[in-house]
Nanobody
């Protein structure tokens, strides 16, 4: 059974850093495309960052980011802890949202319960 559990959300000052974690069970994060999404109140869920599965020899480990977070956010994997990390630096007020971890499997997408990020000015 696949389970994703996000943690690390909370209150961050505008311009400050925050580190989100996604602990996975029932799958090995290394072998699946893993993604972070966020959803702010009244807005659609948007893709923030992704990291490609190591299944793909040429592109495994490749990361992609939304234009709004490029250069400030970094997605990484800890294969030993089976965790996906989203390091957020220089967080802006528009970064306030619920952040969700996502795993894309052949049978469909799995989601965590989300972790709330609040940004103070």
């Amino acid at each position: 059974q696949v389970r994703l559990v996000e943690s690390g959300g909370g209150l961050v000052q505008s311009g400050g850093p925050l580190r989100l974690s996604c602990a996975a069970s029932g799958l090995a994060v290394r072998w699946f495309d893993m993604r972070w999404f966020r959803q702010a109140p009244g807005k659609e869920r948007e893709l923030v960052a992704s990291i490609i599965s190591d299944t793909y020899i040429d592109s495994g480990g490749t990361t992609n980011y939304a234009d709004s977070v490029k250069g400030r956010f970094t997605i990484t994997r800890d294969n030993v802890r089976n965790t996906v990390i989203l390091q957020m630096n220089s967080v802006k007020p528009d970064g306030a949202a619920v952040y969700y971890c996502n795993a894309r499997l052949s049978e469909g997408d799995y989601w965590g319960q989300g972790t709330q990020v609040t940004v103070s000015s």
